[in-house]
């Protein structure tokens, strides 16, 4: 990897905009020097201690007062980007910050790129390119989950495990080398077996961090919930009640809702994006149809769906049709207008309807037709808020299949996932060319390649390209 770059740079740290206070942030080799040509304060900011807080004013060149501030030093190499950094608290607003910006430039300062400080600590190596992604997704984190997630990933939980990793696979790498200086006919088949036993730990250690990818990639992501069921079975009602509020147009009239309707909600700090759709049904009305085909695309294209079903009218042809087209894994039924359903004692929420029953033919015998047909649905009132609870549990169900959300640290990134499988993949590759007695050369070639792909997680082989585009994700200042 590069050097760090000693040029001295600036931006503003903060939101720009009203606010309290607003921090302007520089670093490089003469940090201290260059904010000291522009501040005037009982004390120089040249010579002073580290992480020490001084009162003072900035003035430009031509000798005039721009704000007063609050300059706090801190020196190489306890600080963010390992090079002497300093901030200036100035007053909120944008003008404040931005004039004192334009002094540190004229002062001779260079504007940040975007996460060029970020930049600056993995250069100066003291985070990963694990930890500097981590950054700008706490940053950027919409769930209290998924900044949970990323602050375990900066404090370098993933990391330790890619370390973990990282030592098997050099050990692996190391014995299969350690083969290329005997001749094939030297090598005993119980040494190869016990290579190859290696790979399989490090193969296994693959697929353990990738087993967590799921989870991981929900709460960074989010998943999608289409809403989709027969028109006026309440699947607005449903989304306004999720959502507690009056989002989606409800009407008694069948065919009220159009367009697709996108309103995201926070489960179990996952962010879920709902889709309501327009109620299927064959219809001339040229507008309906186009949202009818709609909703089948969210439906196909959504992480779970959710089948509303009108408990007054019960389970019809048509909500069985429209079940036929779904894909029942991935799909959660809605009992909605409970409240119109006299109710038995005992009665609790959940229950089962046949809906993938056809009565067909063909099937073994009459008890197994029945259990494969049924499936399990949620009763709700979406009208009177009832049930949403245990709704939501069934949600989260469905689109964790049962995983321990909290399962952290996981692997939440696609360019890690990307990298892991090929990390595996060659893994594998080596494995079988010394169980199959294939040149050992070629094997040494496949650990070293897996090797360099888990670089590329962590930053020491990610090509240039890749990490520009890593970076500029970030905001100028971070
Ligand atoms: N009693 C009762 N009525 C409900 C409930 N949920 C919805 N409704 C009523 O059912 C009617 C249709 O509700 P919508 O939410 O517009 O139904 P929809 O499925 O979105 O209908 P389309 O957009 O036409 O497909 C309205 O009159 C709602 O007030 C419920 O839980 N109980
Ligand atoms: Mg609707």
Redesign the pocket.
Known sequence: MRDVPGDTIAAIATAIGPGGIAIVRITGTAAVLTADRIFRGARRLAGASSHTVHHGHIIDLTGREVDEVLATVMLAPSTYTTQDVVEFGCHGGAMPARRVLEVCLDAGARMARRGEFTERALLGGRIDLVQAEAIADIVSAKTRRGLEFALGQLEGALSKRLGLLREELLVFRAEVESLIDFSDDDIESSTLTAIAELGHTCACSVDLLLSDCAVGAAVREGVSVAIV?R???????LLNALLRRERAI???M????RDAIEETIDLEGVPVRLIDT??WRSTADPAEAEGVARAQAAAAGADVVLL?LDMASGVTNDDKVIAGQLDRQRTVVVL??R??VPRTNGDCGLKTVDLFGTGAAGTTSRGETEKASRVKAVEV????AEGLVELQRAMSVAIFEGTSVSAAPAVTNVRHVDALRRVGQAVRRAISLLEENGPVELAAIEAADATSSLGEITGETTPENVLQHIFERFCVGK
């Open positions: 069921g028109p006026n079975v309440g699947k607005s009602s409800v009407t008694a069948p065919g009220t809702t327009a109620g509303v909605n207008k409240d119109l009132s979406a009208l009177r």
